[in-house]
C-alpha cells in the first residue's frame, strides 16, 4: 500500500510517464533511500561509501536485479543511447566532469533532477539537471528499460 501510495505521488510530480515496467520508479525509490551516502571512490556499497558507478550499479542491482558493471565511461556504451527529450525517471544521464567524455553519471528523477555521488567532498544528493554547471558537462543520456 505504501509503494502504491508513493508511485501515486511520484507520477504526479514528474512530468514524464513511469516505464510500463515500473523499473524505473523501482530505481528512483531506491536511490532516494541512498541521500547522504557518503562518496568513496571506487566505492560500491553504501556501507563502504559509492562513487557514481559505484551508485547506478549498486541501485540497479539492488532495486531491479539487473546487474551492470564498470565505470561511467563503460556504463555509457551498455546502455541504448536516448535524447534527452525522451528522458524517463531511472534512466542515467552522463557528464563530462574531468575534461573527458562521459567521466560522471547519476539516475534522472524525473522533473529536471538527477540523483549522484558528487566526489570526495560530497554525499549522494540530488542536483537540478538544468543548472548551467551540468548542462555544459552533459554528454548523453541513456536507457537501460
Known sequence: ???WL??????SCISHPLPSTHQGADVVIFALGLLDTQYQFGGKNPNAGLDCSGMV???????IG??????AK???????????????PGDLVFFN??????????????EDKFIHAPNSKGKVRVEQFS???WQ???????TFF
Do not use: W
Not at 66 to 71: D, K, V
Not at 75 to 88: C, E, M, N, W, Y
Not at 103 to 109: K, M, Q
Open 74 to 88: 563503460m556504463l555509457a556504451q551498455q546502455g541504448k543511447r536516448i535524447h534527452p527529450q525522451d528522458l524517463r
Open 66 to 71: 539487473m546487474h551492470l558493471n564498470g565505470n
Open 1 to 3: 500500500m505504501i509503494r
Open 131 to 133: 543548472k548551467p554547471y
Open 6 to 11: 508513493f508511485l501515486l505521488f511520484l507520477s
Open 97 to 110: 566532469t574531468q575534461q573527458r567524455q562521459f567521466s560522471h553519471v547519476g539516475i534522472f528523477l524525473g
Open 136 to 142: 555544459k558537462r552533459f554528454d548523453g543520456a541513456r
Open 57 to 63: 550499479t549498486y541501485i540497479y542491482q539492488e532495486a
